[in-house]
């Protein structure tokens, strides 16, 4: 898949800052716990699980695999059409999702398990976390 | 101990014409169902001392949307009231319903009149279903930054709740075995049924060819997994028990309500994705009453998308966890003369998308024999309605009094 011709920007504010801008050094990152290591997404000002205030970004391996897909073929955004958007889970901690987009491969080959890894795509400030196959 | 909900009954309903493109406005759909509602309950307007809607009249939730608040269908109908609501954030669409039993139960009102009211088709217009959050038709460098919730999926291309839920089907699809014919019977059930409802929008005939021969939209949905934008208005009286002996016709009484939600409400956060919010509703409704699932005499389960039947089958316990494919499978159990009768009317597939509303309808008509050529059978005595997908869930369980 080519990239997209046109993301939705989010709009960046002092919380979310650190994730959109996190691919410029090739990274990902999520908020953790500093005091009980829980990793939250989306970012939070205090950690669910201890209450502590003290959450900073951390940057994760990148890796991840496939937890459930959908290939849109419906033209949203007069865009490239079909792509694949994917749920995907990190190593790092049970339970840690995030929403995404399959690329550098055919749609269709998208599955349930498919090992990924991030790379990033840039518009303007932002970079976007994608995923490829590992 | 008394439930609140038993303090109330469904004592008249109401529907405005339904259609594609009816060019009309919300509020004069909305009075066309209010009027004949308060009538039906045997009422005038100046009885009618609550008012409730859902969602309000809230911006930026696509065009058609919202409807009439409040104080809109309030002042067009010259009300007084003691109690009224409105709101998008509660037990999906039948919150509106919902809340009007607790204020019927606290005794904040008598009367309430509960309507929701979309305007999707007309105002949709001739461009297609539109995606969330990319301004109109097509996107560009002038669509608004995206903040909040919508951040975490939007900028990733799923614009749509069919995006969202298309994910939540394929881990059914991954972890029960569920199979895309198993998922067209919820469809081809709909419009088997719709085929008897002379106000369901599309009634031509649907096999299982024609379902998975139709195109993908976000796999594994086709366009026939995805519900129909319709203009129309549904109303309802929510009333206090007492008012049943000044009816000439039976009524709906409320039996239990299901509101809960015990996970991180969040469309892809949430901790299983193949039951989502609806498990929680579906448990508590059942912890409400003595009334059991095989109680049940007719099921009419929100269907925005196939797939959120099949998930409110397994909520509320007409089959177990992850077996709703193949006790749908064929089609005969979820029939008109099955054991679960499912989307009498047609559901919102081919009936129409009057969000979550026509199917409360559906179950005051079934309840009281009222429903024409699609009548289950005589004396049914329990409806389940049920509304949401994703995070959001309610649900309710109604029986005929009279």
Known sequence: MSPAPFRVQPALDDDNRFFWTSGEDGR????????????????????????SRDVL??????????????????????????????????????GLRLTSNLVNCPPDDVRIGLPVRVVFEQHDLVWFPLFEPA | MTDFERRSIISGIGQSAVGRRLGRSG????????????ADAGLTTADIDGIATYPGAVG????????????????ALRLNVDWHSGGIEGAAQLAAVINAVMAVGAGLARHVLVYRTVTEST????????????????????????GGALQWSIPFRAYSAANWLAMN???????????PEQLAMIAINARRNARLNPKAVYRDPMTLADYLGCRIITSPFRLYDCDAPVDG?????????????????PVARVEAVGTALRGRPSWDQFDDMTTMAARDAGAQLWSRTDLKPTDVDVAELYDGFSFLAMTWLEALRFCGKGESGPFVEGGHRIALDGEVPLNTHGGQLSAGRLHGFGFI???????????????????????AVANGGGPIAGALLLTRQG
């Open chain 2, 27 to 38: 509020l004069d759909l909305t009075l066309d169902a209010a009027v004949e509602a308060i």
């Open chain 2, 233 to 249: 208005s549904t109303a309802v009286i929510v009333s206090a028990a007492q008012h049943a002996a000044d009816v000439d016709h």
């Open chain 1, 57 to 94: 970004p951390e940057s994760v391996s990148g890796r991840g695999e496939v937890f459930s897909f959908t290939v849109n073929h419906q033209s949203w955004d007069g865009g490239n059409e079909p792509y694949a958007i994917v749920l995907i889970t990190f190593p790092e901690q049970d």
């Open chain 1, 28 to 51: 990902l990152r999520f908020l953790r716990c500093q005091a009980c290591g829980y990793y939250m997404h989306p970012p939070l000002p205090r950690c669910p699980e201890c209450g």
């Open chain 2, 169 to 179: 089907a394929h881990r059914h699809f991954h972890e029960y075995g569920t199979t």
């Open chain 2, 361 to 383: 309808h559906e179950a005051c008509l079934q309840l009281r024999g009222e429903a024409g050529d699609r009548q289950v059978r005589t004396g049914v005595e329990v409806a």
């Open chain 2, 60 to 75: 930026g939730a696509g065009p058609g949307f919202s409807g009439p608040g409040t104080p809109e269908v309030q002042d």
């Open chain 2, 123 to 146: 105002e949709q217009g001739a461009g297609g279903r539109q995606g969330i959050g990319i301004g109109g038709a097509g996107g560009g460098r002038d669509a608004p930054r995206m």
